[in-house]
């Protein structure tokens, strides 16, 4: 704490009428204080992941969650200060800011938004018992969550883990699909009292804070200044995911063709259609993302092995481990860490290759700044879902089997939907979920709004039983990050336009596509992908991630005509 007390004294010397030298030196104390507490919750919430039941290990979390609210309050005054400067002196200060400049001019943005010092310290300390407490209870309560499933021969029960559970729902037999479905559901209804609680408290302490403390005008607008993305452009996006929801009912129905069925129902849209379930080893995972990257980039390629070669991965699934997976990037030139959950299926290649996409991201951003290194939620998940295109790419151009490339399609179509799609229909039922709860919705109208989204978005194409209105209960960035989701359909239209582009122009694009990578999060994201040609204003350059999308829902038809 020796930094922050040493900060702390820069306060007097920063409202005096010449505070350049002390305003340097508050900038690079910043810095040192945000690297060392950025290590500690590093460490805390990558210990608190390898076994969420670790009672140690969730004490040390909390922990360090309440020595960062000490530091933050203790270093608030910085902020308010800097949101106080008259717009003449902030601009010559920002001139000699170096990579701080952005950062700063974000903490401006929020002027409107910020309270007095004294209630923004009130809202620091009450988050570790509110929003922080929702999401560590959230967290402890679904991953020590098992389930039970009796294998087709039908001898006896399994005890499974949610990750061991979710790699039946993509398995041969429809049978076990659809029982994975119905036990993960019943679970999760077992629960749904608590986790909708959960929720509601969630969703009522984001109003109370950013609409009725900050005044925002609505819930995703501070989401939306947050991203600094104009709330225009974000409902120009959710608009053009309903508009095309048709092609995706469109392959749904493909879909179905291949495998044999009448009609798709929402059990079996991630069935595999060969009877075959093609497993990877670990090892052949990772030479094949390696490989993958380095066709396109050997510069990337060199800073994927070195997650691997540092073995800062944790890639085992097991039981009390958190679900899913990510990447955590600490500080530049810090090897970012990634954890996932590996049981061998395709889709698990492709979760190494979408993490190590956001692993080279930060790793390309190491020259940037402790706080603008880490890019904006819109861009955060280009490097990750472009990494998923490459692989996609180098396993289709080694492949002329046809029914293998109709395997790779169909892998490819899903994640799409996945990632582009199903999270905008997330955000749309966030929007109306935060509406209704202010208004005193319960669970059961949760759910009941829920399935009619979820209806609407798949037409008449894909049959979606009852069972499915629990399903919101299970999406962890609705606790974690209210709006977060609408960020993956950004950054996986923008990441197939850039890879449209890079099939177009060939190696001449790498380099541009390198330097996006290499300003982080020090840009807004307009400026960033305007500098690539990318007009985010535009309706076209949205139709046209969904054009290529088109593409391949045409070229897997072909391939069963």
């Known amino acids: ?243 095309n929801a048709h092609i995706f009912q469109r392959y749904f129905s493909v879909k179905a063709r291949l495998c044999g069925m009448r009609t798709m129902n929402r059990f079996h849209i991630y069935a595999p259609f060969r009877k075959t379930a093609k497993r990877y080893r670990y090892q052949d995972a990772v030479h094949m993302v390696l490989e993958a990257y380095r066709n396109f980039s050997p510069e990337l390629a060199n800073h994927a092995e070195q997650v691997f070669r540092e073995n800062h991965i944790d890639a085992e699934s097991r039981l009390g481990k958190m679900a899913g997976a990510y990447c955590y990037s600490v500080i530049p030139g810090l090897t970012p860490y990634v954890m996932m959950n590996f049981r061998g299926d395709p889709r698990d290649v492709a979760t190494l290759a979408h993490e190590i996409g956001h692993a080279v991201h930060g790793m390309m951003a190491a020259d940037q700044s402790v706080f603008s290194f880490h890019s904006t939620l819109p861009l955060a998940e280009t490097a990750s879902v472009f990494g998923e295109r490459l692989l996609a790419d180098f396993l289709l151009i080694r492949e002329r089997n046809t029914a293998v490339r109709q395997q790779l399609l169909v892998s490819q179509l899903d994640d799409l939907y996945a990632t582009i799609l199903r999270q905008a229909f997330f955000t749309q039922f966030e929007m109306q979920a935060h509406r209704i709860i202010e208004k005193g919705a319960t669970t059961v109208d949760l759910c009941g709004v829920y399935l009619d989204e979820l209806r609407g978005q798949f037409g008449k194409q894909v049959v979606v039983p009852d069972e499915f209105q629990w399903e919101w209960l299970t999406i962890p960035h609705f606790y974690h990050t209210p709006f977060y989701c609408y960020a993956y359909s950004f950054g996986t239209l923008l990441a197939l336009a850039l890879h449209r582009r890079y099939l177009q122009e060939g190696k001449p694009f790498v380099s541009r596509y390198l330097a996006l990578l290499a300003v982080g999060g020090s840009e807004s994201p307009e400026i960033v992908l305007t500098a690539m040609g990318v007009n985010i204003r535009s309706m076209a350059f949205w139709q046209s991630g969904f054009d290529a999308i088109v593409d391949m829902v045409n070229t897997l038809e072909r391939t069963i005509a």
């Not at 810095?31 to 919750?41: D, G, N, V």
């Not at 499933?149 to 006896?156: A, C, E, F, Y």
């Not at 005890?159 to 999760?188: I, N, P």
């Not at 959960?198 to 969703?203: G, H, I, N, S, T």
Request: glycine share 4%.
């Open 1 to 243: 704490m020796r930094e922050v007390k040493a900060f702390e004294s820069l306060q007097r010397l920063l409202i005096s009428a010449r505070p350049r030298s002390a305003f340097l030196e508050a900038l690079q104390r910043a810095e040192r204080i945000a690297c060392l507490s950025h290590k500690l919750e590093a460490f805390s919430y990558l210990w608190f992941s390898e076994n969420t039941g670790n009672q140690r290990a969730l004490a040390f979390k909390t922990k360090i969650e309440q020595l960062g609210a000490e530091i933050s309050n203790r270093v608030l005054f910085f902020d308010l200060w800097w949101q106080s400067v008259e717009d003449s002196r902030a601009q010559k200060l920002l001139k000699i800011s170096g990579l701080h400049r952005y950062r700063l001019e974000t903490i401006r943005f929020f002027r409107p938004h910020t309270l007095s010092e004294d209630e923004e310290k009130i809202v620091t300390i009450k988050n570790i018992t509110g929003s922080s407490a929702i999401i560590t209870v959230f967290d402890v309560l679904t991953s020590s969550l098992t389930f039970e499933l009796r294998k087709s021969n039908g001898k006896k029960k399994i005890l499974l883990t949610r990750e061991e559970l979710t790699g039946y729902m993509r398995h041969v037999d429809s049978e076990l699909r659809v029982c994975a479905y119905k036990e993960f559901f019943r679970v999760f209804e077992g629960q749904s009292v608590v986790i909708g609680e959960l929720y509601k408290a969630r969703v009522m302490d984001w109003k109370n804070e950013q609409l009725s403390l900050r005044r925002h005008r609505s819930p995703i607008a501070a989401r939306n200044m947050r991203n600094d993305l104009p709330g225009d452009v974000v409902n120009m996006l959710l608009k053009v995911c309903q508009k």
